[in-house]
Structures are given as C-alpha cells and as structure tokens.
C-alpha cells in the first residue's frame, strides 16, 4: 500500500502563490494525480504526473519527483474560489489494480 | 466532456432500513466503476470495484454483504446499504473509467450524503 502525507490545512492571501506538498510511499508507482474537492462535491481533476518534472497548466502546476517521492501543486493568482480541499493520489501498480489512493487532503482558506 | 451522475444527491433512512444509489455514466460507457466513502475532514476510502457483468471486488474491511454493489449495464452502477446503522452516515462517492480512454482517466460523480437516523 501507499503512505500519502500532505498538510492539513493552509492558508493564503488572495492574488498570492501557495504551494501544496504531497509526500509517498509506494512499492510501485505508476503515477500521481491531484484533486479539487469543494465541500460536499465530488473531487474535479487538476492533474496527473508520471514522469519527473513541472507540468504547468493555466493557473495550476504539478510537480513530481519520483526518487523523493515528493510532489506539489503550485497554486499561482490565488482567487477566493480556490478555497477547497485538495487532493493527492497515487497510483500503484503491484497486485495490477492500478486504483489510486487519496492523501487526506490539504484544506486550503484563501482570504481577502 | 465525460459526465457521472449520482442519484439521489442526499437520502435520510431510519435504522435498519435499506437505501439505494445510482451511478450512471452519461455519455460514455463505463467498464469499470468504483465505490467511495469519505467522512468528514477525510480522504477518500474505496469501498469497492465495479466491473460490468461480474461480481465487484471489495477492500478489505468492507462488508459486501452490507453493501451491495451490481454492475449491470455499461452505464449503470447501484451501491445498496443494507440494514443502514448510523455509523453508515457518510458521503458516498462514485466514479467511472471511460473504457475508450486512458487507463488513468477517472470520472466522479457529484456524490450522495446519506444521513441514518
């Protein structure tokens, strides 16, 4: 199985760059995702990294470090509505299920 | 884009009722569904694997007789609690893989609060 810590709760000042660090354990990887959720939705898709390096998309990077087992998602121009929980998965590819486990999640409280 | 849908969105049950919820793909079929729990303040747990046509694989933990999962079309996933306690209360969380897209694309639904009185 896999060990997924992230922080529990961040706060930032709205127009300002927050970074969200997700760290794993896992005998093998095959692959990470971050996750959206705002309270009581389903979780949207931010992003999927596999291979090592900064995947930037709009306002959202990912970044992956397979050796450390280190990722981030890089928030940039922070607006109110990035207030949500997000989500870090991983995926493992021993016993050949290929389901991903979610981190407990960072709560971020963006503020004026 | 690929869109699920949860049906219903929130359901109040007395005790030892049973309740059942729907997960549908709308505009894809789905070979694959999974079954998510998630408490307050927690992660995601999976419950379950749903494979079209075949029986669902569990987690360990994860009483199937109590929570009935059946996989019978390619658009159609049903989660059924079975004599609900109150420690059933929880968000429950579909989603679905498109079987035409990538191995790692997963589509969740918007979730149903189950709320046991």
């Known amino acids: 199985g896999q060990n997924i810590d992230q922080p529990t709760e961040m706060t930032a000042t709205e127009g300002a760059i927050v970074q969200i660090n997700c760290t794993y354990q896992t005998s093998g990887f095959n692959g990470l995702f971050w996750y959206q959720q705002h309270a009581g939705e389903a979780p949207t898709f931010l992003s999927y990294n596999v291979l090592d390096g900064l995947e930037e998309k709009g306002r959202f990077s990912s970044f992956l470090s397979r050796s450390k087992g280190y990722s981030y998602l890089l928030l940039k121009e922070l607006q109110m509505k990035d207030s949500a929980s997000y989500l870090c998965?991983?995926?493992?590819?021993?016993?050949?299920?290929?389901?991903?486990?979610f981190g407990r999640g960072t709560s971020l409280i963006v503020h004026p | 884009g690929a869109v699920v849908s949860q049906h219903p969105s929130r359901v109040i049950c007395k005790s030892g009722t049973s309740v059942k919820i729907e997960c549908r793909s709308l505009?894809?079929?789905?070979?694959?569904m999974f079954w998510y729990r998630q408490f307050p303040k927690q992660s995601l747990m999976l419950m379950a694997t749903s494979n079209e046509g075949s029986k669902a694989t569990y987690e360990q933990g994860v009483e199937k007789d109590k929570f009935l999962i059946n996989h019978a079309s390619l658009t159609l996933s049903t989660l059924t609690v079975t004599s609900a306690h109150p420690e059933d209360s929880s968000f429950y969380i579909c989603?679905?893989?498109?079987?035409?897209?990538?191995?790692?694309?997963?589509?969740f639904g918007p979730g149903t609060r189950l709320t046991v009185t």
């Open positions: 998965a991983v995926r493992d590819s021993s016993g050949g299920s290929y389901i991903p486990t």
């Open positions: 505009d894809f079929q789905a070979t694959t």
């Open positions: 989603s679905a893989r498109d079987r035409r897209g990538s191995s790692y694309e997963q589509y």
